[in-house]
């Protein structure tokens, strides 16, 4: 059992990582900075709708927090 729980945490804190970590936030930013550009080029063109879209707000040490809760939520399943 505690083969499966571990390989579960590895598989949860990847996942909260690739969803929530630094790297995606960054990500994240790039992403709605280029759809903000292609939308002010498209305003210039005349067929926007002036549109602006904002990052995802996550919180501080979220992910850190989160994967701090799966791992004690896992000890406690081990008791």
Avoid: C, H
Avoid at 25 to 37: F, S, V
């Amino acid at each position: 059992m505690e083969d499966e729980l571990a390989i579960l945490q590895e598989e949860f804190d990847e996942f909260v990582e690739s969803r929530f970590g630094k790297k995606y936030q960054e990500w994240n930013i790039k992403q709605i900075n280029a759809i903000n550009d292609i939308q002010k080029t498209k305003q210039r063109l005349g067929i926007g709708d002036g549109k602006v879209y904002e990052p995802e707000k996550v919180p501080e040490r979220f992910a850190e927090n989160l994967i701090k809760a799966g791992r004690t939520y896992i000890v406690g399943i081990l008791k």
